[in-house]
Each structure stands twice: as structure tokens, then as C-alpha cells.
């Protein structure tokens, strides 16, 4: 469990920093559990693209078309990331999810009172990685974050 002195850490990253922390613990989830598929690789490049969108309508129009919850619910049995997904723990594809909320959270939920919205779902992913013993990243350097873009090396997951 997160104790309260690292969930207001948390309530002061920035909402784009938020999203490269939870994309960053998602990476590592994959990389403990030995998961590599090219659409996968796909999927976390869009992810990022909030990082660097100026327009993060268009990235939430985008990202739709990868999130598990729009992929399997409908369910077209001729779409390979729905076959990707299925095959995948339930826990990565809930984490895929929870970081994809982080950003959309923001663009449907506001900003005020240290966005819920958008901590709540990293909130999930920080759990799950504890739960399943993930390294977490440092959170050092995702404070008041400079991301713009897909992270320099020091940042992605080994």
C-alpha cells in the first residue's frame, strides 16, 4: 500500500508526468513477465503521444482505437490487438487501461483539487505493481515533469 507522504508526491507530479509514471510502471510490468508483441510496442508509442500532443483531442480520438475497454467490447474477432489483449494477463490489460484514464481522466475530469481524475487510475497501476512485486520507478525524476514525448532512455524501462 502507498503511504500518504508518496500519494502527495503524487498529488504534485503533473498531470503529464503522471501518465509517463504509469506508462513507465507499465513497461516494467512487461518487461517482469517477459511480454513483447510489435502492437504492443504500437500501443505504449500512442500512450506517450500525450506527453507531446497539442492536441490532446485528437490523441484521445487516437488512443480510443487501442484501449482494451473500446477493443474488447467490440469484440471483432479479425482484430489482431483483440487477440493481443485476450492473450495477455488481466492485470496488463487492466493496467493498460488505468494508464490510458490517466491522461483521458484529464481531459474529462478537470484539473481541480490535484485532478482525481488522473490520479486515482495511477493510483491502480502503482497498486498493481506492488502487488505483483514490479520495481516502480523513481519518482524523483518524474517531478514537475519536462516530458515532452517519448522519455529519454534513463526513463524507459531497461
Avoid at 482484430?79 to 490510458?100: G, H, K, R, T
Amino acid at each position: 500500500m502507498l503511504d500518504s507522504f508518496s500519494v502527495n508526491i503524487l498529488k504534485e507530479i503533473s498531470i503529464r508526468g503522471r501518465l509517463a509514471y504509469g506508462v513507465s510502471c507499465l513497461q516494467n510490468a512487461l518487461l517482469h513477465f517477459g511480454i513483447q508483441y510489435d502492437l504492443l510496442e504500437s500501443v505504449l508509442s500512442q500512450i506517450w503521444e500525450f506527453t507531446s500532443s497539442k492536441n490532446l483531442e485528437e490523441w484521445d480520438q487516437s488512443i480510443n482505437k487501442v484501449d482494451p475497454i473500446c477493443i474488447l467490447e467490440e469484440d471483432k474477432p479479425t482484430d489482431p490487438l483483440l487477440l493481443v489483449y485476450q492473450a495477455l494477463p488481466f492485470e496488463i490489460v487492466s493496467m493498460i487501461s488505468d494508464v490510458i484514464e490517466i491522461g483521458a481522466g484529464n481531459l474529462y475530469g478537470g484539473t481541480a483539487d490535484h485532478s482525481p481524475f488522473s490520479l486515482n487510475p495511477l493510483l491502480r497501476v502503482i497498486e498493481k505493481c506492488i502487488t505483483l512485486k514490479i520495481r516502480l520507478p523513481e519518482l524523483d525524476s518524474f517531478k514537475k515533469s519536462p516530458f515532452s514525448g517519448i522519455p529519454p532512455t534513463e526513463h524507459r524501462s531497461k
